[in-house]
Protein backbone atom coordinates (compact mmCIF):
# COMPACT_ATOMS: atom_id res chain seq x y z
CA UNK A 1 0.00 0.00 0.00
CA UNK A 2 1.51 3.28 -0.93
CA UNK A 3 2.44 5.82 1.87
CA UNK A 4 -0.07 8.75 2.18
CA UNK A 5 1.72 11.92 3.15
CA UNK A 6 0.83 13.32 6.54
CA UNK A 7 -0.37 16.81 5.92
CA UNK A 8 0.62 18.00 9.83
CA UNK A 9 4.16 17.60 8.55
CA UNK A 10 3.67 19.90 5.84
CA UNK A 11 4.83 16.85 3.51
CA UNK A 12 4.28 17.68 0.01
CA UNK A 13 6.17 15.27 -2.33
CA UNK A 14 8.20 16.68 -5.40
CA UNK A 15 8.99 13.58 -7.77
CA UNK A 16 9.79 15.66 -11.07
CA UNK A 17 13.21 13.87 -11.51
CA UNK A 18 14.46 16.96 -13.93
CA UNK A 19 13.80 19.63 -10.92
CA UNK A 20 15.26 17.03 -7.88
CA UNK A 21 18.57 17.14 -10.42
CA UNK A 22 18.59 20.45 -10.68
CA UNK A 23 18.52 20.84 -6.56
CA UNK A 24 21.03 17.58 -6.28
CA UNK A 25 23.61 19.86 -8.27
CA UNK A 26 22.89 22.93 -6.53
CA UNK A 27 24.03 20.94 -3.24
CA UNK A 28 27.34 20.76 -4.69
CA UNK A 29 30.51 22.49 -3.31
CA UNK A 30 32.10 22.65 -7.05
CA UNK A 31 30.30 21.61 -10.05
CA UNK A 32 30.19 17.74 -10.50
CA UNK A 33 33.11 17.55 -13.03
CA UNK A 34 35.20 18.99 -11.51
CA UNK A 35 35.03 17.26 -8.50
CA UNK A 36 34.37 13.65 -8.28
CA UNK A 37 32.03 12.22 -6.34
CA UNK A 38 34.60 10.69 -3.45
CA UNK A 39 35.76 14.20 -3.07
CA UNK A 40 32.31 15.93 -2.27
CA UNK A 41 31.58 16.09 1.49
CA UNK A 42 29.13 13.78 3.41
CA UNK A 43 25.44 15.28 2.24
CA UNK A 44 22.60 16.25 5.40
CA UNK A 45 19.27 15.83 4.04
CA UNK A 46 16.33 17.72 5.76
CA UNK A 47 12.47 15.64 5.79
CA UNK A 48 13.87 13.00 2.78
CA UNK A 49 10.16 11.65 2.85
CA UNK A 50 9.49 8.59 -0.32
CA UNK A 51 13.59 9.32 -0.99
CA UNK A 52 12.87 11.30 -4.37
CA UNK A 53 15.55 14.13 -3.19
CA UNK A 54 18.03 11.10 -1.31
CA UNK A 55 18.04 9.04 -4.85
CA UNK A 56 19.84 11.93 -6.59
CA UNK A 57 21.87 13.11 -3.60
CA UNK A 58 23.34 9.46 -3.29
CA UNK A 59 24.64 9.64 -6.78
CA UNK A 60 26.78 13.29 -6.25
CA UNK A 61 27.88 12.48 -2.28
CA UNK A 62 29.77 9.53 -0.87
CA UNK A 63 27.25 9.44 1.87
CA UNK A 64 24.13 10.90 2.69
CA UNK A 65 22.58 11.02 6.30
CA UNK A 66 19.04 11.60 6.33
CA UNK A 67 17.35 13.01 9.07
CA UNK A 68 13.36 12.04 9.46
CA UNK A 69 10.66 12.92 11.46
CA UNK A 70 8.25 10.22 10.43
CA UNK A 71 8.82 6.73 11.57
CA UNK A 72 7.28 4.93 9.33
CA UNK A 73 8.99 6.60 6.19
CA UNK A 74 12.26 6.52 7.88
CA UNK A 75 11.52 3.01 8.69
CA UNK A 76 11.02 2.01 4.92
CA UNK A 77 13.80 4.82 3.37
CA UNK A 78 16.97 1.95 3.40
CA UNK A 79 15.00 -0.73 1.79
CA UNK A 80 14.93 1.53 -1.15
CA UNK A 81 18.48 2.42 -1.71
CA UNK A 82 19.98 -0.91 -0.77
CA UNK A 83 24.11 -1.39 -0.96
CA UNK A 84 24.25 2.95 -0.96
CA UNK A 85 25.80 4.36 1.70
CA UNK A 86 22.41 6.08 3.27
CA UNK A 87 22.28 6.54 7.27
CA UNK A 88 18.62 7.27 7.76
CA UNK A 89 17.83 8.87 11.55
CA UNK A 90 14.33 9.26 12.70
CA UNK A 91 14.31 12.11 15.02
CA UNK A 92 12.76 15.86 14.70
CA UNK A 93 15.95 17.49 13.03
CA UNK A 94 15.25 20.48 15.41
CA UNK A 95 16.71 18.05 18.11
CA UNK A 96 19.40 16.59 16.13
CA UNK A 97 22.84 17.40 17.45
CA UNK A 98 25.31 18.75 14.39
CA UNK A 99 27.95 18.13 16.24
CA UNK A 100 27.87 14.28 15.40
CA UNK A 101 28.29 15.41 11.53
CA UNK A 102 32.38 15.36 10.08
CA UNK A 103 33.97 18.64 10.11
CA UNK A 104 33.28 19.45 6.37
CA UNK A 105 29.37 18.43 5.24
CA UNK A 106 26.27 20.50 2.79
CA UNK A 107 22.85 20.37 3.82
CA UNK A 108 19.69 19.67 1.24
CA UNK A 109 16.20 19.28 1.77
CA UNK A 110 12.92 20.07 1.09
CA UNK A 111 11.14 21.01 4.14
CA UNK A 112 8.13 22.18 5.68
CA UNK A 113 7.34 25.96 5.36
CA UNK A 114 5.92 26.10 9.09
CA UNK A 115 9.55 25.59 10.25
CA UNK A 116 11.56 26.77 8.12
CA UNK A 117 12.99 29.67 10.31
CA UNK A 118 13.82 27.51 13.01
CA UNK A 119 15.54 25.24 10.93
CA UNK A 120 18.07 27.76 8.93
CA UNK A 121 18.52 29.25 12.46
CA UNK A 122 19.61 26.44 14.15
CA UNK A 123 22.01 25.31 10.87
CA UNK A 124 23.82 28.80 11.05
CA UNK A 125 24.00 29.09 14.44
CA UNK A 126 25.44 25.88 14.72
CA UNK A 127 29.42 25.36 16.46
CA UNK A 128 29.92 22.68 13.37
CA UNK A 129 28.19 24.67 10.62
CA UNK A 130 27.96 23.16 6.72
CA UNK A 131 29.88 24.30 4.25
CA UNK A 132 26.71 24.70 1.93
CA UNK A 133 22.91 24.91 2.43
CA UNK A 134 20.03 24.34 -0.31
CA UNK A 135 16.66 24.33 1.05
CA UNK A 136 13.38 24.11 -0.77
CA UNK A 137 11.09 26.74 0.66
CA UNK A 138 8.01 28.60 0.16
CA UNK A 139 8.79 31.15 -2.87
CA UNK A 140 7.51 34.18 -0.91
CA UNK A 141 9.61 33.50 2.15
CA UNK A 142 12.67 32.85 -0.19
CA UNK A 143 12.24 36.28 -1.72
CA UNK A 144 12.17 38.11 1.96
CA UNK A 145 15.50 36.54 2.80
CA UNK A 146 17.10 37.43 -0.22
CA UNK A 147 15.76 41.43 0.04
CA UNK A 148 18.13 44.19 -0.15
CA UNK A 149 18.30 47.34 1.50
CA UNK A 150 15.15 49.86 0.89
CA UNK A 151 13.11 46.25 0.91
CA UNK A 152 15.06 44.87 4.02
CA UNK A 153 13.37 42.92 6.86
CA UNK A 154 14.18 41.21 10.20
CA UNK A 155 14.45 37.55 8.34
CA UNK A 156 16.59 38.79 5.69
CA UNK A 157 18.78 41.06 7.94
CA UNK A 158 19.14 37.92 10.73
CA UNK A 159 19.91 35.46 7.20
CA UNK A 160 22.31 37.71 5.97
CA UNK A 161 24.29 38.40 8.89
CA UNK A 162 25.29 34.80 9.10
CA UNK A 163 25.28 33.25 5.21
CA UNK A 164 25.77 34.70 1.49
CA UNK A 165 22.32 33.99 0.22
CA UNK A 166 21.89 33.16 -3.26
CA UNK A 167 18.59 32.10 -5.52
CA UNK A 168 18.13 28.83 -6.84
CA UNK A 169 15.25 27.49 -8.56
CA UNK A 170 11.38 28.67 -8.66
CA UNK A 171 9.53 25.05 -8.27
CA UNK A 172 5.78 25.61 -9.05
CA UNK A 173 3.20 23.92 -6.91
CA UNK A 174 2.08 21.84 -9.38
CA UNK A 175 4.64 19.75 -9.17
CA UNK A 176 4.14 18.77 -5.66
CA UNK A 177 1.82 15.81 -4.51
CA UNK A 178 -0.82 17.31 -2.92
CA UNK A 179 0.01 20.68 -4.25
CA UNK A 180 0.87 23.20 -1.60
CA UNK A 181 -1.51 26.62 -1.86
CA UNK A 182 1.50 28.32 -3.12
CA UNK A 183 4.97 28.07 -5.08
CA UNK A 184 8.25 26.76 -3.79
CA UNK A 185 12.04 28.38 -4.63
CA UNK A 186 15.37 26.63 -3.59
CA UNK A 187 17.63 29.17 -1.45
CA UNK A 188 21.50 28.63 -1.56
CA UNK A 189 23.28 29.50 1.76
CA UNK A 190 27.02 29.90 2.14
CA UNK A 191 27.87 30.31 5.99
CA UNK A 192 29.97 32.93 6.69
CA UNK A 193 33.28 32.41 8.49
CA UNK A 194 32.21 35.17 10.74
CA UNK A 195 28.80 36.92 10.97
CA UNK A 196 28.32 40.81 9.70
CA UNK A 197 27.43 42.11 13.09
CA UNK A 198 27.50 40.92 16.71
CA UNK A 199 23.56 39.86 18.76
CA UNK A 200 23.81 43.23 19.91
CA UNK A 201 22.98 44.78 16.40
CA UNK A 202 20.91 41.89 15.69
CA UNK A 203 18.71 42.50 18.97
CA UNK A 204 18.82 46.30 18.48
CA UNK A 205 17.67 45.88 14.44
CA UNK A 206 15.00 43.97 16.03
CA UNK A 207 13.54 46.70 17.98
CA UNK A 208 13.52 49.02 14.75
CA UNK A 209 11.39 46.79 12.88
CA UNK A 210 9.03 46.46 16.07
CA UNK A 211 6.54 48.32 13.32
CA UNK A 212 8.35 48.06 9.94
CA UNK A 213 5.94 50.15 8.27
CA UNK A 214 6.46 53.26 10.87
CA UNK A 215 9.60 55.49 10.60
CA UNK A 216 12.94 54.14 11.64
CA UNK A 217 13.11 57.19 14.25
CA UNK A 218 9.68 56.29 16.06
CA UNK A 219 10.29 52.30 16.32
CA UNK A 220 13.64 52.67 18.13
CA UNK A 221 13.16 53.37 22.63
CA UNK A 222 15.20 56.47 22.55
CA UNK A 223 15.27 60.42 23.34
CA UNK A 224 13.95 62.18 19.83
CA UNK A 225 16.66 64.57 20.48
CA UNK A 226 19.46 62.09 20.72
CA UNK A 227 18.14 59.98 17.88
CA UNK A 228 17.89 63.13 15.87
CA UNK A 229 21.01 64.36 16.32
CA UNK A 230 22.64 60.85 15.59
CA UNK A 231 20.38 60.23 12.15
CA UNK A 232 22.52 64.06 11.57
CA UNK A 233 25.61 63.06 12.36
CA UNK A 234 25.36 60.08 10.45
CA UNK A 235 23.55 61.63 7.55
CA UNK A 236 20.61 59.57 7.59
CA UNK A 237 17.17 60.46 6.09
CA UNK A 238 15.04 61.07 9.60
CA UNK A 239 11.82 59.57 6.76
CA UNK A 240 13.54 55.90 6.68
CA UNK A 241 12.24 52.99 7.18
CA UNK A 242 13.42 49.68 8.83
CA UNK A 243 13.86 48.19 5.46
CA UNK A 244 15.93 50.88 4.66
CA UNK A 245 19.40 50.18 6.35
CA UNK A 246 22.05 47.67 5.56
CA UNK A 247 24.04 45.62 8.46
CA UNK A 248 26.88 48.24 8.38
CA UNK A 249 24.40 51.15 8.71
CA UNK A 250 22.56 49.48 11.96
CA UNK A 251 26.19 49.10 13.74
CA UNK A 252 26.80 52.91 12.91
CA UNK A 253 23.71 54.14 14.77
CA UNK A 254 23.65 51.54 17.52
CA UNK A 255 27.40 53.12 17.73
CA UNK A 256 25.69 56.36 18.64
CA UNK A 257 22.73 55.22 20.72
CA UNK A 258 23.76 55.82 24.70
CA UNK A 259 24.94 52.88 26.68
CA UNK A 260 22.61 50.98 29.12
CA UNK A 261 23.63 49.49 32.24
Same mark, same amino acid.
Given at each position: ????? $? #??????? =???? /??? !?? +??? %?????????????????????????????????????????????????????????????????????????????????????????????????????? $? #??????? =???? /??? !?? +??? %??????????????????????????????????????????????????????????????????????????????????????????????????????????????????
Amino acid at each position: MALQN $N #KSLGQHW =LKDR /EIL !EE +IAD %ETLLTDKDDLPLENQPVCLEIGPGLGTLTSSLLRRFPKVIAVEFDPKLAHNLPNSFPGKNLEVINEDFLKYDLSTMPEKYVVSGNIPYYITSPIIKKLLEAK $N #KPEKIVL =LIQK /EVA !ER +ILA %EPGKHTYLSLSVQNYAEVKPGIVVPKGFFTPPPKVDSATIILIPRKKPLVGEDVLRFLKQGFSNPRKKLIKNLPYENLKLEQSFDELMFDKNIRPSDLSHEQWQQLLDKMPKRA
